[in-house]
């Protein structure tokens, strides 16, 4: 990452005034396309620039006409919760050749556009990169050939191209995530896990292709999600897949028993090793299994495995009764989820902040994501590395993913496991949150794995003082990973009052470690044990908390497991309030939602949503404020736009209530517009966790349960186990793209108890963006959206 600069500067500076910009969707389309072109209109505008649609992508580019339309700020309502592109996308195989980039200059030209936004795949931006390398010869030809006089050749001379990546393989270097990947999981998900009712009800094996294509980063990321369903659940489920993302991932998010992919071609015997596992899961009384294969899966001889290969192999060796499902297209549709919209948006923003500010020496970038921050990379250098992937299968990050895969992979055939002697609890603390599951899963079988016995505590610790402590198995973890809730149970009370009896506990059980998921309360409850330990030394033992709550309140992490899933019931449940005034008279919604004092649901919530103001806590606001966003919304009413959605942190004011914001808008919107009003409550809590929740809470868990087992060999002297030092109750939290233990009483300083919200949350620098998407004169810092230095400074980071 580059530094970032020391003075700050306001995008009022760049100004987009006499500048065009055309957005065009080229390739496959991708869930999340549409918000990202809502993004580059409404930037676009809001800097005075000038924006055209290019429909049919190339296509459009060459032909001209009424492919190429001007934008309106009103032409992109309501795009954000579409999926596909509705500018529409397709290949252009005369853009390939010189003439085809001829003609999409001059069609350029005629409308003064000199600035693209290519949303697409690496072939999409590597035929915009050789287009604007081109542009100086093309203008020179048009003048020659009579097209265009010198004077527009010399008005139009240079050509400035931005790109976005939109695929669902995730296989594009540079970036965390591409624009569409998530909602791909997301389809892929909600189809295995309707398919283990079917397959548990008749006792079925199902094998599962999954689209895709060859991506060796994407690998990396199946390979996860198999680790974290290996053996999960009561069904095998075989995925096939080129992309090794969308495969490795969905297997570790479904509990699929077996996966293949191109990238890691299976030994000679995986057939009779994958039969033999499938066997023992029935032999437990599993009624299903789950096989995962790659549609580009190869065996070591470079032989082709397919899904009806799989299944015969399962018919012919043990007789289950099999089907064969391909998801195909399904991947592809639908409604994007909440992280796509967001990561989308943000995108949108920065390759317009990316244009204003290039200039003749500026090559062309691709907007990335980096953590928590969108950043600038040099397109051609990203393009170059993809095709580097192949070799991907052998860097570190790919080896600690397969490893974590295997840790979580075991059957019967395997060597004994060992002994390591020590006992570790593990137990929910504070409000449930999607993903609780799956983390409690992975640290019992990574704890099983590392030779440690497992005890699980039912309700917190307040079932920890009563002694509702029970050893727990391989098997009784099966079936986890897609649970929503807590099948623990969970508490909010915090153990400072039961000191003596939980130490008792400790003692009777022999616990010699201790793995805390929860949220706030988690983290106060560390805090107390490892502040009671000069007082009780049964609490010098390691202890670590996992962050979990959908508030993601908890000081030390930037998400929590349970966030994601929350924020896409929000976006659903806003969705179809929205769609409700479809044909409606026009209708302002004020959204509730959970949260305590933190606004993170609120404010993300919202930008996902498309609304057009959010009140919370960390952003005072008074009766003038309200009055404003008033007098925005009549404003918008009469644009023809029909609905408004207001969104409302629980905790945002105690005076400035949902109900006295929905009874002013009401009575100051007489005329012009009514309302109505939703608190969202509890079901922001349920539901089926989220792919990212899922994958998450098992990733850390697995890592958290490493980390206890070396604090427990480094602790454990004369037979007993005795740790007293700060870093050995820590929290395990991400922190941009690191996970990183962390003292919790080192965190004291950064934390707000008496709001119980951490003193810096790094969402907040999305709120202009939000207001900005919505139309309200404010400031945006550039410093704040990722361009910390020059492009050509800032490089893609190796394969690692």
Request: aromatic letters at 8%; charged letters at 20%.
């Amino acid at each position: 990452m580059a530094k970032q600069q020391d003075t700050k500067k306001l995008f009022e500076d760049l100004s987009g005034t006499g500048k065009s910009i055309g957005v065009l969707t080229s390739g496959g389309d991708a869930q999340g396309m549409n918000a990202a072109v809502r993004a580059v209109v409404r930037m676009g505008i809001y800097v005075g620039a000038k924006v055209y649609f290019i429909h049919e992508g190339y296509q459009g580019m060459v032909d001209g006409g009424d492919n190429i339309e001007e934008a309106s700020w009103e032409s992109v309502s309501s795009m954000l919760q579409v999926g596909g592109t509705v500018i529409g996308s397709a290949r252009c195989k005369e853009f390939r050749s010189h003439e085809g980039r001829l003609k999409a200059a001059h069609q350029l030209v005629l409308r003064g556009i000199t600035n693209l936004c290519v949303i697409g795949g690496d072939g999409s931006l590597t035929g915009a990169n050789l287009f604007r390398e081109e542009w100086s010869g093309l203008l020179e030809e048009l003048v020659r050939q009579g097209l265009i006089d010198e004077e527009a050749a010399q008005n139009n001379s240079e050509l400035h191209i931005v790109g976005m990546v939109g695929s669902i393989d995730n296989d594009f270097c540079g970036t965390d995530m591409t624009i569409g990947t998530d909602s791909a999981l997301h389809r892929i998900i909600e189809v295995v896990d309707a398919i283990m009712t079917t397959a548990q009800s008749h006792q079925r094996t199902f094998v599962l292709e999954v689209m895709g294509r060859h991506c060796g980063y994407g690998m990396t990321f199946i390979f996860i999600y198999s680790l974290l369903y290996s053996n999960v659940c009561v069904f095998a489920c075989v995925c096939v897949c080129v992309c090794r993302y969308l495969a490795l991932v969905s297997a570790l998010a479904c509990g699929a028993d077996w996966v293949l992919i191109p990238e890691m071609p299976p030994e000679d015997g995986w057939e009779e090793h994958m039969c033999q596992k499938l066997s023992e899961n029935r032999a437990d009384k599993k009624r299903l299994n789950i096989i995962i294969v790659a549609e580009g899966a190869i065996d070591c001889h470079n032989k082709p495995i397919t899904t009806n290969h799989i299944k015969e192999l399962v018919v012919s060796c043990l007789g289950f009764d099999t089907r064969v499902t391909i998801l195909g297209h399904v991947q592809r549709g639908g409604t994007p989820s909440a992280f796509d919209r967001i990561l989308a948006s943000r995108m949108g923003v920065e390759a317009v902040l990316a244009l204003l500010e290039a200039s003749d020496s500026t090559p062309a970038c691709v907007v990335s994501l980096c953590g928590n921050q969108a950043v600038r990379l040099p397109l051609m250098e990203c393009v170059q590395m993809v095709s580097a992937y192949v070799s991907l299968i052998f860097c570190r990050s790919f080896e600690n993913n397969l490893n974590t895969y295997k840790l979580l992979s075991y059957h019967k055939a395997d060597s004994k496991l060992p002994n390591s002697s020590f006992n570790v609890a593990v137990l929910n603390v504070g409000a449930p949150a999607a993903g609780m599951n799956a983390a409690v899963r992975s640290a019992v079988r990574v704890g099983i794995k590392e030779g440690h016995k497992m005890f699980a505590v039912n309700d917190g610790f307040e079932g920890f003082y009563k002694g509702q402590i029970k050893e727990i198995t391989w098997g009784d973890v099966a079936g986890w990973t897609g649970q929503g809730g807590s099948i623990l149970g969970t508490k909010r009370t915090l153990p400072a009052k039961h000191l003596d009896k939980i130490a008792e506990q400790i003692r009777i059980h022999n616990i010699n470690a201790l793995l805390v998921i929860g949220g706030f309360e988690a983290f106060e409850c560390l805090l107390q044990l490892y502040e009671a330990r000069t007082s009780h030394e049964d609490f010098c033992i390691p202890m670590c908390v996992l962050p979990a709550t959908i508030s993601n309140n908890v000081p030390g992490t930037d998400l929590s497991i349970g966030a994601d899933t929350s924020l896409n019931a929000i976006v659903e449940t806003c969705d179809r309030i929205k769609q409700s005034a479809s044909g409606t008279k026009r209708r302002v919604f004020i959204i509730e939602t959970m949260g305590g004092y933190c606004g993170y649901l609120a404010s993300v919530g919202g930008l996902a949503a498309g609304a057009d103001t959010v009140y919370i806590y960390e952003e005072p606001f008074n009766i003038r404020d309200l009055q404003s966003n008033v007098e925005h919304l009549t404003e918008k009413m009469k644009t023809g736009i029909q609905r408004g959605l207001v969104l409302r942190n629980e905790n945002s004011n105690e005076n400035f209530t949902t109900d006295f914001i929905y009874q002013l808008y009401s009575e100051e919107g007489k005329g012009v517009f009514d309302c109505r009003k939703n608190v969202l409550g509890h079901m922001q809590q349920g539901g089926a966790p989220s792919p990212f929740d899922r994958n998450f809470g098992t990733k850390i868990a697995a890592k958290a349960i490493q980390w206890i087992s070396r604090k427990l060999k480094e602790s454990y002297k004369d037979g007993k186990v005795f740790a007293n030092t700060e870093d050995t109750a820590c929290l395990l939290g991400m922190r941009r793209r690191t996970m990183a233990f962390q003292p919790v009483v080192q965190l004291k300083d950064e934390t707000d108890f008496a709001h119980r919200i951490p003193k810096e949350q790094w969402w907040l620098k999305l709120r202009p963006l939000m207001k900005i998407l919505a139309k309200y004169k404010t400031s945006y810092d550039v410093s704040d959206s990722g361009q910390l230095e020059p492009v050509t400074r800032v490089r893609p980071k190796k394969a690692d």
